[in-house]
């Protein structure tokens, strides 16, 4: 049956799909649609986009969303979107069309900048201002790239002929005429004052970005223009804009200060709303926007994990020990503990607490009875391992342990995972109903700006649990896992090319 009051449509631009689902007032899925677009490799450590691709891309996929839902476009109230943070896209003001392609967020090319900037004595600056450490990861570093290596596109970018955006700014661009962002997504450029709110003049002049090229910075849940006629065949309007981190804590109802989320799909995303107050951490935390909704401007702690489901993969496809990820669950099952097998899977460096760039993978605790199976469970292991280190660094910035951890993404169907994330966490870990928490989230944003849904209080109660996973795991055997795995990891570390 139809709902008379209309459906929410969410566009969910990832960083190797593009998904729309529309959503109803319960917070269920009408229909969705999701399309791949290709990835570009220049060089070695380079990932880019073709920005005109992500559009056409997210464009089609929103229009079948639709029609798999079986709604007309006349019954989509609001537009929310969530994307892939941190990306860079530059375009001409005129013409509208990208002059460079996209910098992925995984991309490392702008590391010498990170490096010229920290050797400048410059980084506890950035981290003041922004929450963020100098990394190449953030988006600000990868625009003194473009203009340092184009001095004509730095020429164009002083004389106000360029626009830069996130992922999100492009999109709203394309959808609208508009060149706007949300404070999520300006959170995480290296270039916004997150206590300030705004596009901080130290840091350009440090990053040698003009202010001209920046986007109009907006709240999460905000009029962030209508869409073209023409795209839809009506003019919709687009509310609700967030990145794909934060939208994931707001899709969770994770409204209140201390609740906390981890998002397990190739890495893991652990945020933790700290409420109205910025917390600076000393466990090598990020500090973030969660969201801003009204005046009213909510925190969190982030911290990210480089290699999770990831790691299941290697297994599959370089290590030849399972068939499929789903297998990894029986195979781990079948043997009651590792046999004193630890994998710390540094293939990319260890990301937080350590920000280890240059520690690379191992495989410790190995005996002649080690076999195929141990191997299997330690590397499932080493996920929950990984992310018991985020919530350790999280309880001692915040002050407060995590009482509950809510949970999503891909890895989640591996209960062997959930249940030993709960065990060595020692707190519950709990799974909702609707897996596309990220799309739900920008949904949620874009509906409570249009008046879809009322409060806060009003999406809580559409929030239903699927699994639940209580601790069950003596303190002294979790004590002595945790010893083995810290461990395994400073092996690792001190095990340098």
């Given at each position: 049956m139809k709902d008379p009051k209309g459906y929410i449509l969410s566009f969910d631009q990832g960083t190797t799909s593009s998904r729309a689902i529309v959503f109803d007032r319960s917070g269920l899925i009408v229909g969705s649609a999701q399309r791949d677009f290709p990835q570009y490799y220049p060089e070695p450590g380079w990932v880019e986009h073709d920005a005109e691709e992500i559009w056409e891309c997210q464009l089609a996929v929103a229009r079948d969303a639709i029609a798999n839902a079986g709604v007309e476009a006349t019954e989509i109230v609001s537009i929310g979107i969530t994307n892939q943070r941190e990306t860079v896209v530059l375009w001409d003001r005129d013409s509208?069309?990208?002059?460079?392609?996209?910098?992925?967020?995984?991309?490392?090319?702008?590391?010498?900048?990170?490096?010229?900037?920290?050797?400048?004595?410059?980084?506890?600056?950035?981290?003041?201002?922004?929450?963020?450490?100098?990394?190449?990861?953030?988006?600000?570093?990868?625009?003194?790239?473009?203009?340092?290596?184009?001095?004509?596109?730095?020429?164009?970018?002083?004389?106000?002929?360029?626009?830069?955006?996130?992922?999100?700014?492009?999109?709203?661009?394309?959808?609208?005429?508009?060149?706007?962002?949300?404070?999520?997504?300006?959170?995480?450029?290296?270039?916004?004052?997150?206590?300030?709110?705004?596009?901080?003049?130290?840091?350009?002049?440090?990053?040698?970005?003009?202010?001209?090229?920046?986007?109009?910075?907006?709240?999460?849940?905000?009029?962030?223009?209508?869409?073209?006629?023409?795209?839809?065949?009506?003019?919709?309007?687009?509310?609700?804009?967030?990145?794909?981190?934060?939208?994931?804590?707001?899709g969770h109802s994770c409204f209140k200060a201390g609740m906390a989320k981890n998002t397990y799909g190739t890495g893991c995303f652990c945020l933790l709303n700290t409420g109205d107050v910025p917390v600076r951490s000393n466990n090598n935390l990020l500090t973030t926007v969660a969201w801003k909704i009204g005046d009213r401007v909510t925190y969190a702690l982030e911290g990210s994990v480089f290699i999770a489901g990831a790691v299941i993969q290697w297994l599959r496809d370089e290590l030849k020990l399972i068939e499929s990820a789903p297998e990894s669950e029986i195979v781990a099952r079948s043997v009651p503990d590792t046999n004193g097998v630890v994998i710390?899977?540094?293939?990319?460096?260890?990301?937080?607490?350590?920000?280890?760039?240059?520690?690379?993978?191992?495989?410790?605790?190995?005996?002649?009875?080690?076999?195929?199976?141990?191997?299997?469970?330690?590397?499932?292991?080493?996920?929950?391992?990984?992310?018991?280190?985020?919530?350790?660094?999280?309880?001692?910035?915040?002050?407060?342990?995590?009482?509950?951890?809510?949970?999503?993404?891909?890895?989640?169907?591996?209960?062997?995972?959930?249940?030993?994330?709960?065990?060595?966490?020692?707190?519950?870990?709990?799974?909702?109903?609707?897996?596309?928490?990220?799309?739900?989230?920008?949904?949620?944003?874009?509906?409570?700006?249009?008046?879809?849904?009322?409060?806060?209080?009003?999406?809580?109660r559409n929030w239903q649990l699927k699994s639940r996973f209580e601790p069950d795991m003596n303190d002294k055997t979790r004590k002595r896992l945790l010893s083995r795995w810290h461990r395994a990891v400073s092996a690792t570390r001190e095990f340098k090319e």
């Open positions: 509208g069309k990208p002059v460079y392609r996209a910098i992925v967020w995984q991309c490392r090319r702008s590391t010498a900048i990170c490096e010229e900037l920290i050797a400048s004595g410059l980084e506890e600056e950035f981290r003041v201002r922004t929450g963020l450490r100098l990394d190449p990861y953030f988006s600000g570093t990868k625009l003194t790239w473009l203009f340092r290596e184009n001095m004509a596109l730095r020429a164009l970018a002083e004389n106000g002929e360029l626009m830069f955006g996130t992922v999100d700014s492009w999109l709203l661009w394309k959808l609208t005429g508009r060149h706007v962002t949300d404070v999520t997504n300006a959170s995480r450029t290296l270039m916004f004052n997150i206590h300030e709110l705004k596009w901080d003049p130290l840091l350009l002049s440090f990053l040698g970005v003009p202010a001209s090229v920046l986007p109009e910075v907006l709240s999460s849940s905000d009029d962030f223009g209508v869409t073209k006629a023409h795209l839809f065949g009506r003019e919709i309007p687009v509310n609700g804009v967030a990145g794909d981190q934060q939208a994931a804590l707001f710390v899977p540094a293939f990319v460096g260890l990301g937080t607490p350590y920000w280890d760039p240059d520690a690379r993978g191992a495989i410790l605790g190995l005996s002649r009875g080690a076999n195929r199976a141990h191997i299997v469970r330690a590397a499932l292991e080493s996920i929950a391992l990984q992310s018991e280190d985020l919530l350790e660094a999280m309880s001692g910035d915040y002050g407060k342990p995590v009482e509950t951890l809510k949970a999503d993404g891909g890895a989640t169907a591996n209960s062997f995972l959930m249940q030993f994330q709960a065990d060595i966490s020692g707190v519950p870990v709990v799974l909702p109903e609707i897996a596309e928490i990220t799309a739900l989230g920008a949904a949620y944003l874009a509906g409570l700006r249009c008046g879809y849904w009322s409060s806060p209080e009003d999406i809580e």
